[in-house]
Each structure stands twice: as C-alpha cells, then as structure tokens.
C-alpha cells in the first residue's frame, strides 16, 4: 500500500505541477498503516457513524490522502488523475468534496481542534469509534493545537489520537531553526497526552502505536519520518516542499521506489 | 436579552438532546441554570477561542447543534478563520452567540466594543444574521435558527433591554416586520439593538413624525434579493444600526440595491461614527458620540 500511494502521488503532483511531494512521501507509511490495519471504515458507506474518523491536519500533503482512499475502494484510481484540474474535487489542499475525507484542511492549527469536538461528540453520544489526527511538526507553531490539547486533556477524551508527522523540516528551514519543539515529548506528557515516539517508516511499529489506548489520556504518536522519504534526491531537501517533479525526475523516483520497496 | 435567549435555549433543549452550549469561560449569572440542567451538553472551553470554535465546528460534524457564547468580539474576531474554514464552508450547524453587541459593553473598552461584526459574518455565503432587536425577537430568532439549523451569528445585547413588540413576532431571513404604522410613505429600518433607539426617533423627535418603523433581525448575503422589492414601496428609507457603517447593516442594503439607482436614492444610513472606536462610556454616551443621538 505504502508503494502504491508513493507512486500516485509523485504521478499526481508532476501532472498537476503541484508542490508538497516531500510532505506526501513523509506521511505514506503512516497511511498505510492507518488504512491498511487500523482504521475501521466501510468505503461504501464513508459516513457510518461507527466510522474511526480521521483529519488531516497538514492538508497540504493531500495527494498521499486522496491516494490511500482511492487503493482503499473509496473511488477509483484513475479518479486521481483530475487532481489539480479546473473545478476538480480533488484540489490542492485537502477536500471534504472527496468520499472518504472528514475535513477540509490547509490553513494549520485546525485539525486538531476539529478532531476534539469529533472525539467529543462520540463521547457524549456513547460511541466507540476514535478519532485520528495527522499533523506536521511546523503545525505545531499554531496555538490552536495547545489550546485543543488542553481540552482534550481535562476531559478525558482517550478516543483521541493526534499524530505528529516529525519529519523535522518545515517551510523554510529546519523545525529546530524555525521553532524549536524540544523537548516534544516533554511538552505533550506536560499537557496531559500519553506520548509514544515511533520510527515513522516502520510498519510494525506504527501499527503498534495505532492501537494503544491509555484510559482517561488523548494518545500523541510521535512519528520521526523523513520528508521525501524513498526518493534519495526529495529526502530531507526543503526545495520537495515546493518542486514538483519533471518529466525525468519523475521516472527516476518512480524507478528507485522499485528498490526502495523491494 | 441575554436572559431570554438562555431561557428559549432551556426550553428548547429539554426536547432537542442534540443542542450543545459552548461557553468562552463567560456567562456569569447566565448560562448555570443551562449547566445545570444539562450538565453532558454544557463546555466551559476555556480562554481559548480558536479552539472552541474548531471543536464546536467538530462537535457540529457529528450532529449536534452548537451554540457558542462569549463577548462579541472574543467568538468573533479573535477566531474568525475557524468561523470561515470549520463552521461556514462545512456547512456546521454552530451559532455564534456573542452578548454584548454594539456598544452595550461601553465603559470595558475598544476591546469589549462590537461595531465592526456584521462586516465580518456579512462577507461569509452561508452565514445567517440574527440580530433582535428586543427580548421577544430573541426568541423568535432563536427558534428559527434551531429550527433551521445552519451556520448563524445571534447577536445579543445583554441585560434590561425594553420589550418593544406586543408578542412575539414571526420572523423569516430578508424580511421585515412592522412595528409602528406610520403616514408618510418614509420608515425606519432597524436591525439589533438599535431599534430600541428608531423607536424613539420617531416618538419624540419632529423631523421622523409620521415614520413607519420596521425590524429585519434575519439577514446575510444570502437574502438581498428580496430588497429591491420590499424598497420600492417605500419613498424613503432610513436604516439604523449600532454598528459602524463600513460593511455594516446599511451598507449591506446598498449592496441589494446595485443595478437600482432609482432606489439607492432613496436610502440613507445611520451608524456609528468610527469616532467612537477607543472612547470609553455608557452604551447611550457612546451610541450619541457616534451620531446615534435621542
């Protein structure tokens, strides 16, 4: 699955001449960790209310999203191939118009608010599903996330898990030359979370960290991931957040995913 | 009207179990007897505004109708894009609840102060304005907006406000209700806490004898089209509004009436001066500062 969602995406971001790939390649195995083994969800009925919900915060790295979707039933593959259009549901940023997705996402800091008002609803109504956020580390600038950890936090809310994609490279520069987060896991234990750090490309790993649940705490998985991760020319290069792929660099990353994945 | 609209949302949530009551760690003497009674649909959010509305806009995801209440300008301006992103383009049944409106809350400050809110609900497709203008258009608005559950500012004054209607009236997004019949072909059109102000105008000052007066505390972008009609009855139409008057009430008027210059010529507006931004006083002191004077 983590293949598949590589090739779509660096296919859609050369065809769209869109940015993010890095962002894209550093959430893929997360993905198919989550919709592979995790996630409980009927790709013909996407608003069943025993749906696991899942945001992504970073909806800049859509392309991974709307890719896992479709290899999951929710629509077909060769939909992608209208990313980027003119009035295609498939926009840059992440998109409700999508089956399967829960929230329009693009500005930051506002996954994790939404995804607390999710988990709290199924606290009220007495529901059993979880609720899954997927954010960048640079999102963690936004305050919002704070505020909804505090939230979380004081009521309890253990269906929540907020997952930090720590590819530890942002916008500009560096996270550490930006905003520095350490000490990370100091922080969310600090704000009431359980906390478990994971290789981030390690399938096994991720699917452990998945399924924890600690009684009466929301859950943050701290993925270390590499942006770009299985192309040696995109890893941890700032320029992947913006490029978009030609035509020949395009056939060498897809070429070096045979290897990568072999 | 702070009082009515927590007492309509109590009795309404006796029936309704999918209304939830967010408060902005405001509502002092108003909001307990909701927690009270409903003490699994009651959040104190916090000091923490982008938050409550990113969360009610979720909680709203899953259902719930959301009401979210603070002081104007706190679930207004302080979290305007969660209100733009998570609660208007998702279509999320949340009503911003902001007491305070206009300068009822004078002498705490510019901070306190909310003139410029309906500029920014205004701007969002989608969203409903319901802004009464006395305790029994509260109500009225308040039922509407849960029977018609949708993304919706209700701005509210706060406490002692007359009773202006005879009963409670029938409201409807875009239309205007008749409060006094007046002789002259000319009215006063009001919306929020100014019609308490029109009202006056008209019963003591000369140069508005004879005026009908009229509320519309239902309105947004989605409802100008019914204007030009509703203006071409009259000869002449003043509104009123405590709010400034760029991207206020009046100005949404004149925006109905683009392609009707005949009836553009018959509207004129008062609002607030944006002299009274950062003059601090009483409600009344500061609506005569801004030219909101009787």
């Not at chain 2, 009274?276 to 004077?293: E, F």
């Amino acid at each position: 699955m983590a293949e598949k969602i590589r090739r779509h995406a660096i296919r859609m971001v050369h065809l769209a001449r869109a940015s993010h790939i890095g962002s894209a390649l550093s959430i893929s195995d997360i993905l198919a960790v989550l919709y592979g083994d995790i996630l409980n969800y009927d790709h013909k009925n996407p608003l069943d209310s025993e749906r696991d919900r899942f945001i992504l915060s970073k909806g800049h790295a859509c392309v991974a999203l709307y890719a896992v979707l479709a290899e999951s039933g929710f629509y077909e593959a060769s939909d992608l191939e209208t990313y980027g259009n003119d009035y295609s549901k498939f926009m840059n940023h992440v998109s409700h118009s999508v089956p399967g997705v829960e929230f329009s996402t693009g500005s930051l800091g506002h996954g994790l608010p939404y995804g607390v008002g999710k988990a709290l609803a199924g606290k009220i109504s007495q529901l059993t599903f979880r609720t899954y956020v997927l954010l960048s580390d640079g999102e963690l600038d936004e305050g919002s996330n704070w505020e909804a950890l505090l939230f979380a936090a004081h009521h309890g809310l253990d269906a929540l898990v907020a997952i930090v994609d720590y590819n530890k490279l942002q916008s500009l520069t560096t996270v550490s030359g930006t905003l520095g987060l350490e000490p990370l896991v100091d922080k969310f234990r600090a704000f009431g979370c359980d906390v478990i750090e994971v290789d981030g490309h390690d399938h096994a790993q991720l699917k452990l960290a998945f399924s924890a649940r600690y009684p009466g705490k929301p859950l943050v998985v701290i993925a270390h991931t590499t942006k770009g991760k299985g192309i040696s020319f995109m890893e941890n290069k700032v320029e992947w957040h913006y490029r978009s792929p030609n035509q020949e660099e395009m056939m060498i990353a897809l070429s070096e995913l045979e290897f990568y994945h072999a | 009207m702070r009082n009515s609209f927590i007492e309509g949302l109590i009795s309404r949530a006796a029936v309704l179990n999918n209304i939830v009551l967010v408060v902005g760690d405001l509502g002092y003497s108003v909001v307990e007897p909701f927690a009270k009674r409903f003490p699994d649909r009651f959040f104190n959010a916090g000091v923490a505004e982008q938050n409550m509305m990113g969360m009610a806009a979720g909680l709203a995801s899953e259902g719930f109708h959301v009401f979210v209440y603070s002081i104007a300008n706190f679930p207004t301006f302080r979290c305007a894009e969660q209100i733009r992103n998570d609660v208007v383009y998702h279509r999320n049944a949340v009503t911003i609840v902001a007491v305070g409106g206009g300068l009822a809350y004078g002498n705490l400050g510019y901070s306190h102060h909310a003139v410029q809110d309906y500029a920014l609900m205004r701007c969002m497709p989608g969203m409903l304005i319901a802004a009464p203008g006395d305790p029994l258009e509260v109500r009225c608005c308040l039922d509407y907006l849960i029977d018609n559950p949708q993304p919706s500012y209700l701005r509210i004054g706060k406490a002692g406000e007359p009773v202006i209607h005879q009963r409670v009236p029938l409201v409807e997004p875009g239309r205007w209700i008749e409060i006094i019949k007046g002789n002259s072909g000319k009215t006063l059109l009001c919306t929020g806490a100014s019609l308490e102000i029109a009202k006056r105008w008209i019963e003591h000052l000369p140069q508005y004898a004879g005026y009908s007066l009229h509320s519309m505390p239902l309105w947004g972008m989605m409802h100008k089209a019914l204007q030009p009609t509703l203006v071409d009855a009259w000869e002449h139409i003043s509104t009123v509004e405590d709010h400034l008057r760029d991207g206020g009430f009046g100005s949404w008027l004149l925006e109905s009436l683009s392609g009707y210059p005949n009836l553009i010529s018959r509207i004129s507006v008062k609002a607030l001066d944006p002299v009274v931004c950062g003059m601090v006083g009483k409600q009344q002191t500061l609506n005569a500062a801004g030219g909101l004077i009787g």
